[in-house]
Every structure is written in C-alpha cells, then in structure tokens.
C-alpha cells in the first residue's frame, strides 16, 4: 500500500478498535487508490479518504418489544449515514445476530462506492440489528419491525435517507416498516424505503435485482475471454434472495447450477437446481434446504461442511462476508475455476481474492458485481418520484444497461490504471473518483 495512504488507513484502524471488517473493507479500497493521489494530490490536500473513513452520522437506539410469551426483549439498533456527496444515504437494514457497529460499517462504506458505479443519484448508508428473525412469528416481527421503526422514523426521509433490505430483511419486513413510518408521520411518502410491494409503490425486478445482476456482470466478465455462461458449472452460496435469483439468471444463461447452500449445509443437485422448488422450500415455506433434498431424487444433502468443496468453473457467493476463505479459493482454482461473481457484499476473505487474482481467474468484486440490488432501488424511487410503475421488461432493460455500465466503467478505469482485467482496482477507483469529486465540489463539511 502507498505510504501515505498506510498512514490514514493505520489512524482509521486505531479510531475504530475491535471493528475487524470496516478495517477489512477500508484496508481493500485503500490498497487500490495509490495512482489516484498519484496524479490528484490535491485530494490528499483536502483530506479526502480521513473525510470518506468518517461516517457523516452514526446512530445507535434500543430496540424493545415483547415477545409472544408476553417477555420483554432489548435489541440494538443502528443505522450509519456514511455518505451523502451523491444524494440521499441508501443502504439496507440485516437483521441478524451477528450484527454490531463494525459489520453496519463495512457494509456502509461498501455501499459508498457500490451506490456510485451504478451511476445514480444516491449516497451511502446502512443500517440494522442484532435481532434474530430466526423462529420468529410473523406477530413477532412485526412487533419489532414496528419497534425499530419508532425511532428510525426520525432520521430518514425520501431526500434524507432511504433503507431497503438486506439480510433478514425482505418484503415482509419492509411491509411492517413502511406501515409504521406512515402511520408515525401521517405521510404517504413512497420514496422513504425501497423494496416495497407491487401494490403499493414497489418496482418490479427489485426482488430479481441483485442477483439478476450478478449474473449480468460476471456474464460481461466471461465475454471478455470469449466464453458466456453457456455449459458453466454454477456453485451458488446461500439460498435467500440473492442466491435464488441468481441460479434462476444463471439458468437463462444455459449454465449448469449443481450446488447452494443455507447455513446448516448444502445442497448437491448434479441434474440442475430446481428453482420451483428451492422457491417454495425457502421463500414460502421458509423451511431449509434438507427439506428441498427430501423431496427431490438424486439431490445429496451435506450437514456443515462448506459448499465451496463442489467444484465449479463459475462460483457466486451469494451468502455472507468472508464466507469464502484462500484455503477454498486455492481448491477451487485448482480444480478449473474460471471465473467469481460475488452477489454477496465481501464474501471473500482478502487472502481468497489474492488467490484468484494471482491466478489470473475473473474476480468481480460485490461492490460492482452485487450493484443491480441498489440500482433498482434508485429505479424504484424514480417511479416513486414520478407517481409511475414501469413494466418488468422496461426496468429489466435499464437493470441490463446499468450493470454493462458497471462492468465497462470497471474494465476501463483499470486500463487507463495499467492493470487491465483487475476489476477491484476499477471498481474501487471508479466508485472513489466519483464521490471525491462530488466532495470537493460542495467543500468542507
Ligand atoms: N442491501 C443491498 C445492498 O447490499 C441493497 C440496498 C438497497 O437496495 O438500498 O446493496
């Protein structure tokens, strides 16, 4: 890493003790922007990456709600507006027990630069809790849906700041949120949060998106070496709703899906994932993935274990950070890997993506790769804006541009950088340019 930049990385570090993954997120972006301060010093003037490390605004809020015992329970809320050169904060709330400050603000920061690849007017944010969905009622989470929202309400507006989901969030979740933000504010106001129904103020694709997208993506990355997704062999992380989306794109695609996973296993179906059925195993049911192997011939069913021991030409980790370790990535490439698109937001460690960097395999970073999520979320305040609802083949149509946008605009900088084929150095140094420049333009604050 370039001197200088070591030096505001290593004060970022200390300010921020115990928050492993921020410093992981921040130590990746940093690694690349060495040959911007290069030939910008004046952004090292105007401190620029010491402004981009410190979040605008960080709020953390007790969350209380009673259970369906009638006891009461305490979670802890947050919500990090991390940026706001490009427009209003967007980012999406997780729900899940493994949640703190470090983990909102690796997800924050990521977001930054993933809000401006896609080229649309939104700034950076995150948010969440340590709340665990898992085995909850439906009574249940709308009673802590609506207790996060009764202090949230305050801090985000259609121009303010704009959550959607994430982990532990989907529709149901945002359905509960939206309900209590009207109610609270006496507004109808669309635009405050995005992933909402069909019915009332929704986008179509936006369920689709991200892992649409990231399939979009690591398609554009395949053409390159003139191959396509035609006749892959396609091992999907996780089974939630960037999984599932992306096995079905990768399916359009003509690529052989065999292998996902959820957090008890995985699944090995050599005959080709059945996305009817993983649907209504996980998305109606919301049951696991030993279940979608007992009612399907010929399926294996792995307890524990991890799902990057199936081999694969194209891997999509589509579960969660650091989900994929340099001991996998090793195995991988041994065994043929040809290219990764991560759905996910940093599922590789940095050790797995030195692995398939060094080994010249396509590596589309999350932050380019995972965009098509958020950029159908700035669709959907579009539509929003403008009291419109676009059909799924037009919002599909600007998903496509968006995401070969992304891939180009990746692809290029790291050319104009020297490094051709090196899309986390395009992707960090696309997203960064852009917020810098917005920065310097509207001063110091
Ligand atoms: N949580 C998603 C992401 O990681 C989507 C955020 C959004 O739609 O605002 O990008």
């Known amino acids: 890493m370039d001197a200088r930049l070591e030096a505001i990385r290593n004060t970022v ?14 130590t990746e972006v940093f690694e690349s922007l060495g040959p911007v301060h290069d030939r910008h010093p004046e952004l090292l003037e105007a401190a620029i990456l010491e402004r981009l490390c410190e979040p605008e605004r960080q709020i953390i809020f007790r969350v209380p709600w009673t259970d369906d015992s009638g006891r009461v329970q305490i979670n802890r809320g947050f919500r990090v507006e991390f940026n706001s050169a490009l427009g209003p904060y967007k980012g999406g709330l997780r729900f899940h027990p493994s949640v703190y400050l470090g983990i909102v603000k690796f997800l924050g920061f990521e977001q930054i630069f993933k809000n401006a690849l896609t080229g649309m007017p939104i700034g950076g944010g995150k948010g969440g809790s340590d709340f665990d969905p898992r085995g909850r009622s439906n009574a249940e989470i709308m009673r802590f849906c609506q207790s996060f929202m009764t202090e949230l309400y305050r801090h985000i507006g259609e121009y303010t700041d704009v959550p959607a989901g994430d982990i532990g969030v989907g529709g149901r979740e945002i359905g509960y949120l939206f309900g209590q933000y009207k109610r609270i504010t006496n507004r ?26 990231t399939v979009i993506f690591t398609q554009e990355m395949l053409k390159t070496r003139g191959k396509s997704f035609d006749g892959q062999r396609v091992v999907v992380s996780g089974s939630g709703n960037v999984a599932i989306n992306a096995i079905a794109k990768a399916q359009s695609f003509d690529a052989s899906v065999v292998a996902c996973s959820d957090s008890s296993g995985y699944i090995v179906d050599e005959a080709g994932i059945d996305v009817g059925l993983l649907r209504e195993v996980k998305e109606v049911e919301r049951g696991r993935l030993k279940d979608y192997s007992l009612r399907r011939p010929g399926v294996s069913y792995v307890e524990g274990g991890s799902v990057w021991d199936v081999d694969a030409t194209v891997a999509l980790p589509c579960a969660t950070q650091n989900e ?14 040809v290219a990764v698109g991560e759905g996910a937001n940093m599922p590789s460690t940095r050790e797995a993506v030195a692995v398939f960097q060094d080994s010249g395999v396509l590596f589309g970073p999350g932050k380019a790769a995972n965009a098509g999520g958020v950029a159908t979320s700035a669709l959907e305040m579009q539509q929003n804006a403008s009291r419109d609802s676009w059909t799924f083949e037009h919002t599909e149509q600007r998903l496509t541009e968006i995401m070969v946008g992304i891939h180009d605009r990746c692809a290029s900088t790291a050319d104009e950088y020297g490094e051709p084929g090196n899309y986390v150095l395009g992707a960090n140094i696309g997203g960064f340019v852009k917020v810098a420049d917005a920065m310097l333009a509207q001063g110091l604050i």
């Open 13 to 26: 570090l200390a300010r921020n003790p115990g928050e492993a993954e921020f410093h992981q997120a921040v």
């Open 188 to 213: 109808y106001e669309s635009g405050v949060l995005t992933g909402k129904g069909i019915s009332w103020g929704g986008s179509l694709v936006r369920p689709e998106a991200t892992g649409y997208g």
């Open 324 to 337: 994929l370790d340099g001991d996998a990535a090793a195995r991988l490439v041994r065994n043929g890997l």
